[in-house]
């Protein structure tokens, strides 16, 4: 008679493949995994405490650091609450360099997704072919921000710098070498045989579950729900382009696979468009006194980062500090379906289930 | 030649002679894996769209591999407190030694052969399995959860794998009538058994994958999951055993394909005047090639999938090959 038990194994804090500090205490019997425990809060700086001893235009640096693959949709997040807030009219320029940025950077963000993604399933190459088109989005901001990663670029009421001499004319030149790009990644990988029998069928929930585990973005979409708050809820000038929501029905890591990567086709239409569109004359800041009070209240607005629903709350006193301040971060939010898909699944599942649901640890530990 | 050498009346001479050859040949190798190190790093560098190894000795990084072993060599010897202290040490020269011994059989020209035993195919395929006992020791040994299941997974994995690995061959030896790897390099001096072979070579080729552990089949090592799998607690010499043979095998596997399927030292085109030691290393060069190629190209497959794989696809494959190449041999060759 054999003895056998079950295993506990520590994946992470220190693992190559929880794509940070995250840690996950998993009961395994051989390699199927019983139980999983996510262990989060190895990031944890207590942004939304420091928030609340910091004047509005000084927590921008601090968003940044948050989610830092897309670190301009969080800039907006908190400048477009404040705005709505204070009821700040934005300039027009300012909204379409926003726009661009938070475009460029979700491309960026999907791009990092995609490498990495494809990096844990065991292939080597997509990681590097993926970075080098990501560098060429980062210098890209670098020229309009200063900064590669942490960009800082938005205020409330605008932006920090307006776009240099040539700045449009590149991201227009790197539209249709980015799709040149694209097509070759669909060729190498998206009909890998091996790939699709590594990510097809994989954890796969409902739509029902999405909606019950408040799961947001391609985790959202994949199940067959057409929920993108750019188009459900059009902030920005969002509504001044067309471009499509891309939803499967599978609700499985390849469904979530092909959702983002079509989401970078459709980022690519809108900074077409955007570019076509930008004004070449006007102002990028409204006229926002220098110490920023918003009247008491409170509000919160939420907009589509490459993640998700990104949200911001804010509760005002009047003061030049909010009283407090909540972001919704959507990587917190997507990975709490983890536990329930992991259950019954194998090692090597563990890693495609947890890629896939793309999450940034900055974000989930806030 | 080395035949020669032990066949004749023993003297000082010949035993130098044939010590120095092994010699020779040991550098031999040991030169192809630093080198095909360098050439792996370097063709995944290129097509990576990177320069690969350019700082150590020159601007091809000649000497970036001498200097990693060097490195290897030089680190502190560390041997984790709960682990079972003669295994682990033993688990490394487990591993390297069979993988030093299959060479004996290859034969590399008419004349380059160590050991020309009747039973050669036999011989390698015996030995080679010896290294999955290497792997579950070095694995278990470790006591460590991700090292163990990394040897659990080659184990499985290897002992699947030369099943299918073993039967793709019998049709060569059917069609060369002999397990002499030197009678089956000579059976191919008009057609190459890749030609009369097709199904078996690509059963070869992909279980040959899979025994050396590589892309798409490296799950043992698979570091995404287990981090290093069987050798994470191993390092500095120990870990370079293991690396050494791994890349031993993949210059035996290189070399029993190109004997089995690619004839050997036989030129190509009639173009004889160029020697067979170089025709020998073309065709090797190519197969290296060709599993670095794989490796930049190929996710992992998952652990299920592959022994579904092995069991379902690859063996009855293989058993009807055979059951074909009987019967064609049957008709058209008799």
């Known amino acids: 008679m054999i003895r056998t038990e079950e295993m506990l194994l520590n994946v992470g804090p220190q693992h190559p493949s929880t794509h940070g500090v995250f840690r996950l205490v998993i ?170 029998q590594r990510v097809k069928g994989v954890g796969a929930y409902t739509k029902e579950d999405a909606i019950q585990y408040s799961l947001s973005g391609a985790n959202l979409r994949c199940t067959g729900v057409a929920f993108d708050l750019r188009k459900a809820e059009p902030y920005s000038i969002y509504d001044r382009f067309s471009f499509d929501v891309p939803v499967r029905e599978a609700g499985d890591a390849f469904a979530r696979y092909e959702c983002r990567m079509e989401e970078i086709e459709q980022s690519l239409r809108i900074l077409e468009q955007a570019c076509e569109q930008f004004p070449k004359e006007g102002k990028i800041m409204a006229k926002v006194p220098k110490i920023i009070k918003p009247p008491k209240g409170e509000t919160y607005v939420r907009i589509e980062s490459p993640r998700g629903e990104i949200g911001c709350y804010i509760a005002s006193n009047g003061k030049k500090e909010p009283y407090r301040l909540k972001f919704r971060r959507p990587s917190f939010y997507n990975l709490q379906i983890l536990p329930k898909l992991l259950k019954g699944e194998n090692m090597a599942n563990l890693i495609a289930i947890l890629g896939a649901i793309d999450i940034v640890l900055g974000e989930v530990d806030g | 030649m080395m035949q020669g050498l032990l066949q004749e009346a023993p003297s000082v001479l010949n035993l130098l002679l044939f010590f120095s050859l092994t010699l020779a040949f040991l550098f031999m190798v040991l030169g192809f894996v630093t080198y095909g190190i360098l050439a792996e790093r370097k063709v995944m560098g290129f097509m990576q769209g990177r320069y690969g190894p350019s700082e150590v000795g020159g601007k091809w990084g000649l000497l970036q591999t001498v200097a990693d072993v060097l490195k290897l060599l030089l680190k502190e010897d560390t041997i984790p407190k709960a682990a079972d202290r003669p295994l682990f040490i033993l688990a490394p020269v487990l591993a390297f030694t069979p993988a030093f011994l299959v060479l004996a059989v290859m034969p590399f020209t008419e004349a380059f052969h160590f050991a020309d035993i009747g039973i050669g195919l036999l011989y390698y395929m015996a030995i080679s399995g010896l290294t999955t006992l290497a792997v579950v020791a070095g694995g278990w040994a470790s006591n460590n959860k991700y090292a163990l299941l990394g040897g659990m997974r080659a184990a499985a994995q290897m002992i699947s794998y030369e099943i299918p690995l073993v039967m793709s061959v019998i049709g060569v030896v059917l069609f060369a009538g002999s397990l002499n790897l030197t009678e089956i390099v000579e059976a191919q001096s008009t057609v190459w058994f890749i030609f009369l072979q097709p199904i078996g070579f690509l059963i070869f080729l992909i279980a040959s994958v899979a025994e050396l552990n590589r892309t798409p089949f490296d799950l043992p090592e698979a570091e995404s999951e287990l981090v290093a799998g069987y050798h994470v607690e191993y390092s500095g010499f120990r870990w370079a055993f293991f690396m050494l043979a791994e890349y031993v095998y993949f210059f035996a596997m290189a070399s029993l394909t190109t004997v089995l399927f690619l004839g050997g030292w036989h030129p190509v085109f009639g173009l004889d005047f160029i020697p067979g030691a170089i025709w020998f290393a073309l065709k090797f060069s190519a197969i290296v090639f060709l599993l670095i190629w794989f490796r930049v190209t190929f996710p992992r497959i998952r652990g299920d999938q592959l022994m579904e794989f092995g069991w379902k696809v690859l063996l009855p494959v293989a058993l009807l090959n055979i059951f074909i190449t009987a019967i064609v041999k049957q008709l058209f060759f008799m």
């Open chain 1, 27 to 196: 009961k395994i019997d051989g390699e199927i995994i019983q139980e999983a425990t996510p262990v989060i809060g190895y990031l944890h700086r207590g942004t939304e405490k420091i928030a609340e001893n910091l004047q509005y235009t000084q927590i921008i640096p601090y968003t940044d650091r948050m989610d830092y693959l897309s670190a301009m949709t969080n800039n907006y997040v908190l400048c477009h609450a404040v705005e709505t807030m204070a009821n700040i009219e934005v300039p027009e320029k300012a909204e379409y360099l926003r726009v661009i940025a938070m475009e460029l950077g979700r491309i960026a963000s999907h791009l990092v997704w995609w490498g990495t993604y494809l990096l844990d399933i065991g292939a080597v190459s997509p990681f590097l072919y993926a970075f080098r088109e990501r560098e060429m989005i980062i210098n890209l901001l670098n020229e309009l921000s200063g900064a590669r990663l942490t960009f800082n670029y938005m205020r409330v009421g605008g932006v920090k710098w307006d776009a240099p001499d040539g700045w449009i004319e590149k991201v227009k030149e790197f539209i249709p070498y980015m799709r040149e790009q694209l097509a070759g990644y669909h060729d190498l990988v998206s009909g890998n045989e091996i790939f699709l």
